[in-house]
């Protein structure tokens, strides 16, 4: 089994400002199937980033995933209020199919 | 618009089977290009997996191993949905459930929609 881990946990910054958060796989993950969502308490995970770099459908372009292998980053170039929430990586292979990572948590400063 | 409609009951006593229906509109559950998912999220064991259900000329079935020999996931045709039973729960069943959709874009496999989440507490 695949497991991912994110970091920071937690990511305190202020509005405007740019957030990086960081998933590392514990095996190599292709790239067709790294995805990353974002969480809002009481909401069900919203699709951003899939293939790990193409935007999902109406998500702005502020939002930017990069990486390979092991290593895959979620950007934010500038936060909005709205961007304070927890961003889960997620990965689908063979057994199990689909594993996320723990989460990071985006913060108002 | 692909919508995900869950329902179901929020308690359920130790020992008994959970039991979640979603309902699929704007799409089918017999699509031969998605797969319906159950997905669970609870603060000690985060987004977890449980299992999904997809055709393709025949049904399929796959399961997490943590929870495998408890679970079914069936589609159910006539009324375009597809349910969870969780047998023999405890209390660290207790969690947020989530239906969710899987398809594909290009090479990439992804969960573009979801239920709105049914909170089951495990409780007598």
């Known amino acids: 089994e695949i497991v991912l881990t994110q970091s920071p946990g937690t990511l305190s910054l202020s509005p405007g400002e740019r957030a990086t958060l960081s998933c590392r796989a514990s095996?190599?993950?292709?790239?067709?199937?790294l995805a990353w969502y974002q969480q809002k308490p009481g909401q069900a995970p919203r699709l951003l980033i899939y293939?790990?770099?193409n935007r999902a459908t109406g998500i702005p372009d502020r939002f930017g995933g990069s990486g390979s292998g092991t290593d895959f980053t979620l950007t934010i170039s500038r936060l909005e209020p709205e961007d304070f929430a927890v961003y889960y990586c997620?990965?689908?292979?063979?057994?199990?199919?689909?594993?996320f990572g723990g989460g990071t948590k985006v913060e108002i400063k | 618009q692909v919508q995900l409609q869950q329902s179901g009951p929020g308690l359920v006593k130790p020992s008994q089977t959970l039991s979640l229906t979603c309902a699929i509109s704007g799409d089918s559950v017999s699509s031969n290009s998605a797969a319906w998912n159950w997905i669970r999220q609870s603060p000690s064991r985060g987004l977890e997996w449980l299992g999904r259900t997809y055709y393709r000329s025949k049904w399929y079935n796959d399961y997490a191993v943590s929870v495998k020999s408890r679970i079914t996931i069936n589609p159910d045709t006539s009324k375009n949905q597809f349910s969870l039973q969780l047998n023999s729960v405890t209390p660290e069943d207790t969690a947020v459930y989530y239906c969710a959709r899987e398809s594909y874009q290009g090479m990439a496999t992804i969960n573009d929609y979801w239920g709105q989440g049914t909170l089951v507490t495990v409780s007598s």
């Open positions: 095996q190599s993950v292709s790239s067709s199937y």
């Open positions: 997620q990965q689908y292979g063979s057994s199990p199919p689909l594993t």
């Open positions: 293939g790990a770099s």
